[in-house]
């Protein structure tokens, strides 16, 4: 189970107040709300066409943020066309195309 809350301390010492018990099984579909990809600004346009395809493959409501890296900087935008499921399946896939560290939920 996953516990949300909040934690006090008080004159009697902390203690948690659980507001929502969340099984494991759930946590995944419950508590995202972001999916992020990070890549390269330079990125092959074949590469961009396949993460297009997973990502309308995994139509959804959660936003896809994108983290593009230039030279120098690295520009955060969120994007207007792909909602996804940020499915787990979604979450592989993409990381099979740019990276484990490239591909997170938040």
Wanted: hydrophobic residues 45%; proline residues 2%; negative net charge.
């Amino acid at each position: 189970f996953i516990f949300c809350g909040t934690y006090n301390i008080d004159d009697r010492g902390g203690k948690v107040i659980v507001d929502r018990v969340i099984p494991l099984d759930m946590a995944w579909e419950l508590l995202v709300s972001n999916l992020h990809i990070r890549f390269d600004a330079e990125i092959a346009d074949a590469e961009i066409a396949e993460i297009k395809e997973v990502l309308e493959k995994h139509d959804g409501k959660i936003p896809t943020r994108m983290h593009i890296v230039a030279e120098e900087h690295t520009y955060r935008a969120t994007s207007n066309e792909f909602f996804t499921d940020a499915s787990k399946a979604l979450v592989w896939e993409l990381r099979a195309i740019l990276g484990d560290e490239n591909v997170w939920v938040s």
